[in-house]
């Protein structure tokens, strides 16, 4: 095996590894809605804003769709995948609250298993920091308004690996508004540590992600990837223009030109 050939094949196991079970970056251009209330209150920044959502759920809906149509053998038979979007949210907030309570509880094997394994081990590595003479004690008081929550933000499925023509990976967005109370407290007396009371109103957008078979079109189990915040107008046109100047960096643009 020549050097090239042996340099490829390693870069080709590490993005199996990197990828593997859905794991990577957040898929760029993810657009996570704001609440209503949050929107931009100028007309044009409103439109803008708006127009920009509408753009990015439609390219999501069409990666979703295109996947669908892809495992249709033909016109005339059933997919062999299905969305199943109505049981995203749902399975979103099941397991961010086990993994709520596993992280408090100090389970490393339940985060191990349900978080993809950059986002487990920083979970891993916060509770090795911990003070051995404390516990944590967490309690999800209630979910706020249940009639709005938990919303699925963004659905899209792409091929990520560019060396995996076989795996794609399927991204799902979830916001959750609940409360939530944490404390600390000593092991030894069983006291609550003065101070560490803890109760919040929280909206979180927790992130599921888990890989595709293009052949097959069999998927793996969801997996908490972690979480991120909602887009705003300005974090939007931010990234668009990173973007922007990386794609025309890959087209071999030269920037001074288009001045």
């Excluded at 399975?91 to 992280?103: D, I, P, W």
């Excluded at 890989?211 to 939007?236: C, D, V």
Aim: glycine share 4%.
């Amino acid at each position: 095996m020549s050097k090239e050939q042996s340099m490829s094949q390693m870069q080709k196991v590490a993005n199996a590894e990197y990828f593997k079970d859905g794991g990577g970056p957040l898929f760029p251009g993810t657009f996570v809605s704001l609440p209503l209330s949050r929107y931009p209150r100028s007309p044009s920044e409103f439109a803008q804003y708006q127009w920009n959502r509408m753009r990015h759920w439609l390219v999501g809906a069409v990666s979703v769709l295109n996947f669908k149509l892809k495992s249709m053998p033909n016109w005339t038979t059933r997919p062999k995948w299905k969305a199943r979007r109505g049981k995203i949210a749902p399975t979103a907030k099941a397991m961010y609250r086990e993994m709520l309570e596993a992280f408090a509880a100090g389970d490393k094997a339940t985060l191990q298993r349900i978080c993809l394994n950059e986002f487990a081990k920083k979970l891993v590595a916060a509770v090795d920091r911990r003070d051995p003479k404390e516990r944590v004690r967490f309690e999800l008081v209630k979910y706020n308004n249940p009639l709005f929550f938990p919303r699925l933000l963004s659905h899209q499925i792409h091929q990520v690996n560019p060396f995996d023509k076989v795996l794609v990976t399927e991204q799902a967005v979830v916001a959750i508004n609940s409360t939530q109370q944490a404390s600390r407290q000593n092991i030894a007396t069983g006291e609550t540590v003065p101070g560490s009371v803890k109760l919040q109103d929280k909206i979180e957008y927790v992130v599921l992600s888990r890989q595709a078979n293009q052949k097959t079109f069999e998927t793996g189990p969801w997996r908490i990837w972690g979480t991120t915040s909602a887009t705003t107008l300005a974090s939007y046109l931010e990234e668009k223009a990173v973007i922007d100047r990386e794609q025309a960096k890959r087209a071999g643009w030269d920037e001074t030109a288009t001045k």
